[in-house]
């Protein structure tokens, strides 16, 4: 039979030394075996010669010269000195095995002589002594056919030496099974495992592994498919080193082809063996892989273990809830990326996997053409832009919202073990925990799906007494605040509720936001004024009474936690905005001055007999006056509107409005004299230059670039600035999210 070898498979051996020599020598024969390179190294003959054939010289020369080069790369860089110069494999390997290979009385060999209880024979049947076989054990002969993919010769050894088959040799303990697999030559497992008893195939070698985990960690399904159809209770087995089932080794190993056929013949039983601890994990590696298939299908039919624990102690419906990119509201979405995100349709997954998978049928890749629906003017794009979906970012959106899609399916269907549980069953299980770090994300579309499934979810209370309104303000969590605030005309009684230390609603504002939150915000002056925004919005819901609450801990109301709170932010947020109202009153400034003295130095001089421009009646003197004038007006506006930011008080109160309209004011001005004096420039050139005008046009271009650049630098602030002044707001969404909690009691 021909060897079906795969060599690449053959782990590389480690760097030889004096110590190791044993198992090396046995892994690079493993590799010479089997690329047929070991006859050239043990040959006892002299090698050809070119007069005894030229062909045959070739052959046998070729074969050394790569037996040679496959020794010296694997001896290392401090063995390499000894072997250089040698000209043959053969050579080369009996001087490191002269050099290296220690004494013959080290040799503890990996089963003693004593123990063994069979007569050692040679490869044709007949009774010799030990002196036939080497280091590398007993049934070196069936080990050196198994690895050249030989089964005709190994078989006929096997039905002398039965025995041979669970023998365990060299260094290694590699069974000729678990050779097989690290070979990767099915039809040799497929022979061998017809052999071997279940037993069998669990034998361990030097590391632990056995044959079923070679074949799943290297995701060979082949190999595994073999295994299991000869001894099916191997799918329930735990492997080792971690004693996990192949499903779930597969799965973390990200064998997503032999995971899913794995899942198709495993037994439900065996996902849901000690408390259903086994389908858990895989639900959970399911989420942190962004693979859903199985999951999905898995929660459908057991929606119990949602709740159940995994290895690491968390529930899927908790690491659900814990997803930074599971849903929407776990990502900051630019305008255009939200329109683009909801244009695109994801199919729904309706597919079940009963107990037979078809592979080939899944979605394992969610661009495709049958996934993305909404974009139906790709077609006109293609023909400007190669790949418009990767150009303009739509395959990252909609890898995105498909994942949010099927994350959604998973949890709609995790929700029906919430249906019909009490209030007191709810308290400090493991949905009360999975729904307020929910909320600590900012998942509103999982707080939505849980308090649809049993509305009971909303009255509860979390550490410290704090209802969950109160944890979402604190976690500046907009959208669920939203959702809860709207539900406090159904359950007014959350406006006034208290934590164990008698904190509101509005000492809960009065905290400083999570530094997670504030990043997001450019500047601290505009992070101060979305605290002052927050704390705006909280005392228009909340009822008069509630201003004067004082807390147990600070004994403070909270306008005064919020003062005491945020002194170091109101600094910070001082400090930036006198930085850059007087680095632009420097540049105002120096506008200021070009201008003036340019107003008096007309282009081309004055007529010395009246006293009046030469280009008086041009149209481009016109532009030249108009723009000067232009350019000096909004640079002396915006000097003194950035001095007006300089000497304000900075009170708490001035962060919300006064200093956002002065600084827009001051940037809008600064960048209008800035582009108005470029246009005074270009327009004294071609008034200067007259027919050579030609000049002036890539001295145009360059005078474009202080204008983008302010651009690019400042007016990104400049537009968050007024977006965040006199933009809708964060709390815009009331009236949608208002119908979405109507609905969710509907």
């Given amino acids: 039979m021909a060897a079906t070898t795969v060599t690449s498979a053959i782990p590389n051996p480690a760097v030889l030394n004096q110590y190791n020599y044993e198992d090396w020598s046995f892994r690079v024969k493993l590799y010479l075996l089997a690329e047929d390179l070991w006859d050239v190294v043990e040959a006892t003959t002299e090698p050809p010669k070119p007069e005894d054939g030229e062909a045959e010289f070739k052959a046998w020369r070729k074969k050394d010269a790569k037996a040679l080069i496959l020794i010296q790369n694997h001896c290392g860089s401090d063995n390499y000195s000894l072997i250089w110069g040698t000209k043959t494999a053969k050579a080369a390997w009996d001087t490191l095995a002269e050099k290296l290979k220690p004494p013959e009385e080290e040799l503890v060999p990996l089963v003693p002589q004593e123990d063994l209880n069979i007569n050692p024979t040679s490869n044709d049947g007949n009774e010799s002594d030990t002196s036939d076989f080497n280091e590398f054990g007993l049934h070196q002969p069936f080990f050196d056919n198994v690895a050249k993919g030989d089964w005709d010769l190994a078989k006929e050894y096997l039905s002398r030496n039965p025995e041979a088959i669970r023998e365990r040799y060299s260094i290694l303990g590699l069974t000729a099974l678990q050779l097989a697999v690290s070979l990767e ?185 049958r996934g993305l629906i909404g974009c139906s003017g790709m077609g006109i794009l293609r023909g400007l832009v190669p790949n418009p979906r990767n150009f303009f970012g739509i395959n990252h959106i909609y890898k995105m919202k498909w994942t949010h899609t099927r994350t959604s399916e998973i949890l709609h269907s995790m929700c029906e073990v919430v249906k019909g549980k009490s209030l007191k069953q709810l308290r400090g299980s493991v949905v009360q925990a999975a729904i307020f770090e929910a909320i600590k994300q900012g998942h509103v579309e999982f707080v939505r799906e849980i308090s649809r499934a049993n509305p009971v979810v909303i009255t509860l209370i979390g550490e410290n007494g704090k209802t969950m309104l109160q944890f979402a303000i604190e976690c500046r969590q907009e959208k669920v605040y939203i959702f809860f605030s709207e539900l406090t005309r159904i359950e007014p009684l959350l406006l006034v509720k208290t934590d164990q230390f008698n904190n509101t609603l509005l000492h809960a504002a009065a905290n400083l936001s999570p530094i997670a939150q504030l990043n997001h915000i450019q500047g601290a002056a505009l992070q101060m004024q979305r605290e002052l925004q927050w704390f705006k919005e909280i005392e228009k819901i909340v009822p008069p009474k509630i201003l004067e609450v004082v807390n147990v801990t600070d004994g403070m109301t909270a306008r005064d936690l919020f003062a005491k709170n945020h002194k170091e932010l109101a600094k910070e947020g001082e400090r930036s905005m006198k930085e850059i109202a007087t680095s632009c009153t420097v540049v105002g400034a120096l506008i200021i001055t070009i201008m003036f003295t340019a107003a008096f130095t007309v282009p081309g001089g004055n007529n010395g007999n009246t006293g009046m421009p ?133």
């Fill in 614 to 746: 030469f280009f008086l009646d041009e149209k481009l003197f016109k532009v030249f006056i108009v723009s000067d004038a232009l350019s000096l007006f909004s640079s002396t506006t915006s000097v003194m509107t950035f001095l007006g930011v300089l000497t304000s008080r900075y009170a708490e109160a001035d962060f919300l409005e006064s200093l956002p309209k002065k600084m827009i004011i001051g940037l809008f001005t600064l960048f209008f004299s800035i582009a108005t004096m470029m246009i005074a420039f270009v327009s004294t050139l071609f008034i200067m230059l007259g027919e050579k005008s030609w000049i002036v046009i890539p001295i145009t271009l360059l005078s474009s670039a202080p204008i983008v650049s302010f651009a690019w630098m400042q007016f990104p602030l400049l537009v968050e600035i007024f977006i965040s002044t006199y933009g809708a707001g964060i709390f815009a969404e009331k009236g949608r999210l208002w119908e979405a909690s109507e609905r969710f009691l509907g």
């Fill in 185 to 369: 030559n099915v039809n040799m497992v497929k022979a061998l495992v017809e052999l071997m008893t279940e037993e069998d195939l669990e034998i361990q070698d030097a590391n632990g592994l056995t044959a079923m985990a070679y074949a799943v960690a290297n995701g060979i399904t082949q190999l595994t498919k073999c295994m299991i159809e000869k001894h099916k209770t191997l799918l329930s087995l735990p492997l080792p080193p971690d004693n996990v089932i192949p499903l779930l080794m597969a799965y973390r190993f990200g064998h997503w082809e032999l995971t899913r056929y794995l899942y198709s013949v495993t037994p439900l039983e065996a996902l849901l063996q000690d408390n259903g601890r086994v389908g858990a994990e895989i639900v959970s590696e399911s989420f942190r892989a962004k693979k859903f298939d199985i999951a999905l299908d898995l929660i459908r039919r057991c929606p119990n273990l949602a709740l159940a624990k995994s290895y690491s102690g968390l529930t899927p419906l908790q690491i659900c809830a814990s997803m930074h990119s599971g849903l929407l509201n776990g990502k900051h979405l630019k305008f255009w990326q939200l329109w683009v995100y909801d244009c695109i349709h994801v199919r729904p997954d309706s597919a079940v996997y009963d107990t037979r998978i078809n592979v080939e049928n899944v979605e394992d890749d969610p661009i495709s053409k």
